[in-house]
């Protein structure tokens, strides 16, 4: 059992980070003229919507929001025990969008490499941003996030994780270590 | 040459013997049975704590030999006899070429003498080639060495054929053996039509296919006065048919497969191929039909139905699969359960394997009177052992019993008062 | 819950969870075969053989579909009848493909437990797409799916089944999908094609098509395949249909809401009125559109399952 060792963010701590994030992204693309959000599944999705909600009270207008399983595009079928597989929901087209990928953390890199795949088979959006609550270091492939709550290094028994209530409102994120 | 068999048990049904005794045996013929036999002989064999009895008649295998020597012949097939504790059997005529004809009756004959391990009484066919349309020259097979004629697992469909065959054997005091089954009845059935099948997917074979058979085969017989043996009984209506047939006097005898008695359908589970043969392994009730016949004495004979096939002939789609499974080294512990199950005395067991079955087909063999052929075999009741495939001595290993905890086995077996086999 | 098999061999093994998981693994599929561009990389680099002993167009369609859009490397192998008439057995055909390194094979044969035979002899994974008159997986799953879509549920519905029950490998595996799932089934046609101790499996026998069908939410029509049968089943396919078909009439006997299946192909006139075929409670194209996502989501489990078995 892996045991929480350190709160990384309190409850204000996510909403600011959050915040700031919904800002940044913002002002980075001039306002929510052809902005989409794609959250990962889970945790990334539900960051997602905390984010659009953020968005549509500063600027008064809600970006389309979708979610995406990558579950198909993993380079590790096989090794994983679980083969449970989301469904993928986006209601726009994605060709010509700003599509800015949501996840809760970043770690290896790999999920939002299947991720890049996962979004590029449905179209071809204008570009790609990579929105992540917590960077933890250890990248495995040259990716890059646009917007970061927090940077933490880790080690790699570590974990991060992030606690959602019963809305899958975002609590807090904690370091576990094994 | 004198032996002297001492300490045994002698269970000897047609001479009515159980008891601790001594048989001596001069020159392969049974000198005398008696308590405490005081005499030189060469050679003393210790059966204490044995049963001596004389050696199983088995009056129904396939030798498969002349022309399908790649799944039994005769010498591999007798040597599993004489490890069955069988010391006579009788063979079917489907070989290649098809045992019509005094060559291949004198083939069988002759080299069962020369190289094998048991006496062979070979079945010719009813009709020749086992085609169904001509008789066969049953007057010469019988001067030949044949007991009985038999189309086998292709019955005679052509009615008046049957008839004749009937009366042509009686003329030679010969039986007519038959594979009861209404083919057309059967279609492209693979197994037991029952819950079984329903559920494997497999298409069934009604027991009224059998029934209608046996039915057909007892009319003629009764009609004709000729006289019917009945292969493997393995339905229920088959027993009663027979049962009511015997007691109006027609001249009809049948025998039981260890199999039939032993397992139901559900040996086929898995599309076990072991356990497809014809007739096929019926379902509980037909089991108990046929148990209940070998007790009130109905059945007259247990016999292996002994149908060796080679692995590639098994290791197939459950519906393409050889019909039939290896029985002479299962034969006697299988037969020996009827007796812990309180079904059988030893006694009416012994006689099931030894005389009457001699006496269905005029075997002049199965008991140790004074005179006989010493023609014998020890058995230890309370042997245990495994049934498998290395311990067989046939050529093929189709067994639906491969892995079975076995009780008792044949010991030594002694054919003309020569031991054949021992363990 | 995770589910790894190894094979896909029949329902009669699955509990209801698997096939729950199964058919929410194929509901995330679906989305897939609605896309401009109907390819995921899931199972690049598999590959992935349909031995069809049997001629199938729509079953080996589908499952060659299914692969492809996960990447894999769908290759068809149509074999004679059976190994008697090849000369070769099933084992060595199969060891010979086997020895090229496929990762699944997907086989149809003629023979009731080809496909258990086939899985006690080999490494790779076996998905049964029908053996003999057996079982059926894929289509049992899609059509629990099919009807999922449309009552939402599949518990405390009755479904009825009619045609030729005894030749059918469609029923045995519907009988135990249905009832892992909580329907009630009923079987239906002419004696001759229902085979005996059917209702063991868990069905109830009717010998009358309009009672079979009365209060029912669901009907699946078997096809009648006479030449293949044997003729000695029914009188004529004439008669057949004017005891054992579905038409407008009939089909008012069912709830309102019933909707009607067939597992293909339809012979339009003899098990089933051109009206209702083509009438607005038919949901075939449905059930063969479901068929892609449902073998999908069997490909993809059995990838994953078997490489854990390696590891």
Known sequence: ?178 | MKTLIKNGRVIDPANKIDAACDVLIEDGVIQEVATNISVTADEIIDATGLLVAPGLVDIHTHMRDPGFEYKEDIISGTRAAAAGGVTSLTCMPNTNPVNDSCAVTQYIINKAKQQGSANIYPIASISKGMKGEILAEMGDLKEAGCVGFSDDGIPVTHGELLRRAFEYADTFSMPIVTHSEDLSITGSGCMHEGDVATELGLQGIPWVAEDAGTAREIMLAEFTGGRLHVCHVSTKGSVDLIRHAKARGVRVSCEATPHHFTLTDEAVRGYNTNAKMSPPLRSQDHVDAVRAGLADGTIDAIATDHAPHHYDEKNVEFPVAMNGIVGLESLLPLSLRLVADGLLGLNSLISLLTVQPATIMGIDRGTLSVGAVADIVLIDLEREWTYTAESLHSKSKNSPFLGWEMKGAAVKTLLAGKVVFER | MSFNPKHILGIKNLTADEINFILTTAESFKEINTRQIKKVPTLRGKTVINLFYEASTRTRTSFEIAGKRLSADTINITAASSSVVKGESLEDTARNIEAMRPDIIVMRHSASGACDYLAQRLHCSVINAGDGTHEHPSQALLDAFTIRQHKGHLKGLTVTIAGDVAHSRVVRSNIYCLNKLGAKVRVTGPRTMLPVGIEKLGCEVYYNLDEAITDADCIMMLRIQHERQGKTLIPSLREYSRFFALNEDNLKLAKKDAIVMHPGPVNRGVELSSSVADGPQNVILDQVENGVAIRMALLYLVAGGEKLQVN
Do not use: C, W
Request: no cysteine; charged share 25%.
């Open chain 1, 1 to 178: 059992m892996a045991e929480k060792i350190l709160e990384i963010l309190d409850l204000d701590g996510v909403n600011r980070a959050l915040t700031r994030i919904a800002h940044e992204i913002l002002e980075k693309n001039q306002g929510v003229d052809d902005l989409l959000l794609i959250g990962i599944r889970t945790g990334g999705a539900y960051l997602a919507t905390q984010l659009q909600k953020r968005i549509s009270e500063i600027e008064g207008t809600e970006p389309p929001l979708g979610i995406i399983d990558v579950t198909m595009y993993r380079d590790d079928l096989g090794s994983r025990r679980d083969l449970m597989i989301g469904q993928t929901e986006i209601h726009v087209p994605v060709t010509g969008k700003k599509v800015v990928l949501v996840d809760d953390v970043l770690y290896t890199g790999r999920t939002i490499r299947a991720a890049l795949e996962a979004v590029i088979a449905l179209g071809r959006p204008e570009n790609i941003q990579l929105a992540i609550l917590l960077d933890r270091g250890h990248r495995e492939l040259p990716i890059r996030p646009d917007y970061i709550g927090r940077n933490i290094p880790t080690a790699k028994n570590e974990q991060i994780k992030v606690d959602f209530d019963a809305q899958n409102i975002p609590q807090a994120v904690h370091l576990l270590r094994n």
